[in-house]
Every structure is written in C-alpha cells, then in structure tokens.
T-cell receptor, first 114, second 114 residues
Framework: GAGVSQSPSNKVTEKGKDVELRCDPI?????LYWYRQSLGQGLEFLIY????????KSGLPSDRFSAERTGGSVSTLTIQRTQQEDSAVYLC????????????FGPGTRLTVT | AQSVSQHNHHVILSEAASLELGCNYS??????LFWYVQYPGQHLQLLLK??????LVKGIKGFEAEFIKSKFSFNLRKPSVQWSDTAEYFC????????????FGQGTELSVKP
C-alpha cells in the first residue's frame, strides 16, 4: 500500500519568508511525527500527534515553528520567518499507535533557506 | 533529558567482516529501543526493535541487537556484512512514559568495500 508521502520534496526560500510542509500519513495510522535531519544536529524530534490528544510540542526549537493535523490525517508543519539555521531535511513519520510500534518514514522535504 | 550516543561515526569494513555498532542511552525508566537504517537515496526504515522479552532481537537482513539493561546499551551486530549493507544506521530510544517520540543517536555511516 501507499507509504507516507511528503510535499514538496524540495523547497528553497528566502530568509524571512514563511513555509508550509505537508505530510500525508499511512491511512489508519493514529500517530504522526515530525523530525528534522541536519548535518550538525542529526535527527531531532519536533512534534507528534496521537489521536485526539493534545500534541507533544516539546521538540519545537522556537515559536516560529508550528504544526497542525486536520481530521486526524494530513499534517502541515509551518515555519514562520525562516532563518538559515532552519535549513534541513524535514521528515514525517506515522505509526499505528505510539510507543513500540514501528514508525514509517516519508522521503522528507529538503528545505534550503537562502 | 534523554540522550542516545552512538560511538562510531564512520565505519569502513570489507565484505564478510563482522560488524558491531555501539549504542548507549541515558534514561532511567523503561524504554523501547530501535535501530533504523537509511540506505543511500532511500527512506529511513526499521531494522529491528526491542520492547520486552528476549533481550536478543533479530531483525531483517541478518542483523541482530542485544539489550543489556545494566549497561544501558543496545548494540547492533551482523556476523558477515555485504556491500549492500552500506548505509547510515541510527539507534533510537522511546521512553514509555513520554508517548511515542523517538530520540535518535547521531548515526553511524557504514561503508562496506567489495
């Protein structure tokens, strides 16, 4: 079946602009996660959604970052007033449930802030 | 805060050599443990996981890992590597009382020479 999809695959933006990154999880998966992968920081957790519970935002690096998940499915990660240090690959993952369940990762969105 | 440490940043082996990648974590509570792999140009995918029971777990492609609770370790092993094992390997920890988020190590890049 279809895996996790993300769009766009690449995004180049100017410093100070806002960007939106989209994630379509695997159908039926209740948990959705955002991570980012960058050279200096490795793979960092950003935020996750589990069912109808309040999201765990503990990994968001600043208040310029926000995310929402509509209807328990698609999620959008928004970065406002982008900075050069936001350049990274943003990965989305989903799983049937939280905890010991395998997280299935999407291909990522490569964000470059110029 | 939890952290995960992978001791080797880059490992170079010849085919048929044995592999062991170290992973240690810092967290005093109960954890689920994972190894993910990222082959060149591909998504992150699960190699194996531990959440209970036999501390020696077997994954895909002949990989195994052993959870040693007293050492807070979850080392990955393979008796004989192949060129196709060239990839980046990530150890990850999920603290069971903190929802589903994964804390990743910095990754180990494995290069296998034919």
């Amino acid at each position: 079946g279809a895996g996790v999809s993300q769009s766009p695959s690449n995004k180049v933006t100017e410093k100070g602009k806002d960007v939106e990154l989209r994630c379509d999880p695997i159908s039926g998966h209740t948990a959705l996660y955002w991570y980012r992968q960058s050279l200096g920081q490795g793979l960092e957790f950003l935020i996750y959604f589990q069912g109808n519970s309040a999201p765990d935002k503990s990994g968001l690096p600043s208040d310029r970052f926000s995310a929402e998940r509509t209807g328990g499915s698609v999620s959008t990660l928004t970065i406002q007033r982008t900075q050069q240090e936001d350049s990274a690959v943003y990965l989305c993952a989903s799983s049937l449930d939280q905890g010991a369940y395998e997280q299935y990762f999407g291909p990522g969105t490569r964000l470059t802030v110029t | 805060a939890q952290s995960v440490s992978q001791h080797n940043h880059h490992v170079i082996l010849s085919e048929a050599a044995s592999l062991e990648l170290g992973c240690n974590y810092s967290y005093g509570g109960t954890v689920n443990l994972f190894w993910y792999v990222q082959y060149p140009g591909q998504h992150l995918q699960l190699l194996l996981k531990y959440f209970s029971g036999d501390p020696l777990v077997k994954g895909i492609k002949g990989f195994e890992a052993e959870f040693i609770k007293s050492k807070f370790s979850f080392n990955l092993r393979k008796p004989s590597v192949q060129w196709s094992d060239t990839a980046e390997y990530f150890c990850a920890v999920n603290a069971r009382n903190q929802g589903g988020k994964l804390i990743f190590g910095q990754g180990t890049e494995l290069s296998v020479k034919p």
